[in-house]
C-alpha cells in the first residue's frame, strides 16, 4: 500500500454486491417455490373440484374438525344405502365449523371417497388461489429482473466527476 486510503463497499457476504445478489437468489426461489406450487398443486386442485361439479349431491354431517385447508377434515354420508366416511380435500374451507355441523357435499358415484364440500365445488377458491399463486409468481420475477437490469446499467455507467475533477 502507498499509504492513501483505499475503501471498497462490500455487501452483506464481503463480496462487492453480494447482498444485492444473495437478495436477489432468495426472492427468485420464493417465485419458483409459487409457480411451482401454483403448477403442481392448486392447478391440479382446483380441477379435481372441478371434476365433481356433475357428481352426486348429498347430505353430510362433519364428523372431525380442525384444519380443513390442510385437509384433515373427514365427513360422514350415505351413497348407496351405505354409510361413508370420506376426507375432505386439501384446500377445503369449512375449518371453522363445528363437528357435527351439515353440510352439503358432491361425490362420484362409482367411488364415494372422492367427496368436496358444494361450496367448493361450485365456488372459485381454487381458481382464484392458483391464479393468484401464479401472478404473485411471475410479480416477483418480474421484480427480480428488473432490479437486476437497473443494477447493470447502474454498473455500466462511467462515474461522473464534478467540475473540480473529482469523482463524488
Known amino acids: 500500500m502507498d499509504g492513501s486510503a483505499h475503501t471498497r463497499t462490500t455487501g452483506t457476504t ?49 364428523r372431525t374438525g380442525g384444519s380443513c385447508i390442510l385437509g384433515r377434515c373427514e365427513v360422514e354420508f350415505e351413497a348407496g344405502g351405505r354409510t361413508v366416511v370420506a376426507a375432505l380435500p386439501a384446500g377445503s374451507g369449512g375449518g371453522k365449523s363445528p363437528v357435527g355441523t351439515r353440510l352439503t357435499v358432491r361425490y362420484r358415484a362409482d367411488d364415494p371417497q372422492v ?27 418480474t421484480v427480480v429482473a428488473l432490479a437486476t437490469l437497473s443494477r447493470a446499467r447502474q454498473r455500466a455507467r462511467p462515474a461522473r466527476q464534478d467540475p473540480a475533477g473529482t469523482t463524488p
Request: no cysteine; proline share 1%.
Open 14 to 62: 464481503g463480496t462487492a454486491g453480494g447482498g444485492f445478489r444473495s437478495r436477489a437468489s432468495v426472492v427468485t426461489l420464493l417465485a419458483l417455490l409459487l409457480g411451482a406450487y401454483a403448477g403442481m398443486v392448486a392447478l391440479p386442485n382446483a380441477r379435481h373440484l372441478r371434476s365433481l361439479h356433475d357428481g352426486v349431491q348429498a347430505r353430510a354431517t362433519l
Open 115 to 141: 367427496v368436496a364440500r358444494q361450496s367448493d365445488v361450485d365456488g372459485g377458491a381454487a381458481v382464484v388461489g392458483t391464479v393468484a399463486a401464479a401472478f404473485s409468481s411471475l410479480a416477483l420475477l
